[in-house]
């Protein structure tokens, strides 16, 4: 595979199903150098939770899943090799609590120093449906 920009990528993943358990190992070579990535996932009590780790030494855990009528999201990534400042990981974490007896009234609190599937910053939420 050449991209845009000149980069050549060949290299391979596969998915293995272990019980509840799915493993996905991969490996690739760009531009001469060698890639290789391992995760698992699996359904524990209704909740997903992954993990993994990769040859750039940037390990990844996320737990999603229910607790009654609340979603709880947790999700953290190294993205950095160092692991010796706060600012070196991304870290997500929230609750969202669908009020019964409404049509998609929600409260929610999280925190997250990354822009991804909550907003940056420290933040507490309601939002109606009508």
Same mark, same amino acid.
């Given at each position: ?32 150098g +060698?890639?290789? @990535?391992?995760?698992?996932? /699996?359904?524990? $009590?209704? #909740? *997903? ?25 947790i ?9 010796t ?7 997500e974490?929230?609750?969202?609590? +669908?009020?019964? @007896?409404?049509?998609?009234? /929600?409260?929610? $609190?999280? #925190? *997250?120093?990354?822009d991804?599937?909550?907003?940056a ?10």
């Amino acid at each position: 595979f050449a991209s845009m920009d000149g980069t050549q990528e060949s290299g391979v993943s596969a998915t293995m199903p272990l019980g509840n358990l799915n493993l996905t190992v991969s490996s690739s070579t760009v531009d001469g150098g +060698s890639f290789w @990535g391992a995760s698992v996932a /699996t359904t524990v $009590a209704g #909740y *997903s939770v992954s993990a993994g780790t990769d040859s750039n030494e940037d390990s990844q855990f996320k737990i999603t899943g229910p607790m009654g009528p609340v979603a709880l999201h947790i999700e953290w990534d190294s993205s950095e090799a160092a692991l010796t400042d706060a600012d070196d990981n991304e870290i997500e974490a929230g609750v969202t609590y +669908s009020v019964p @007896g409404t049509k998609g009234t /929600t409260i929610s $609190a999280s #925190y *997250s120093n990354t822009d991804d599937d909550f907003d940056a910053g420290t933040q507490v939420k309601m939002a109606f449906s009508f």
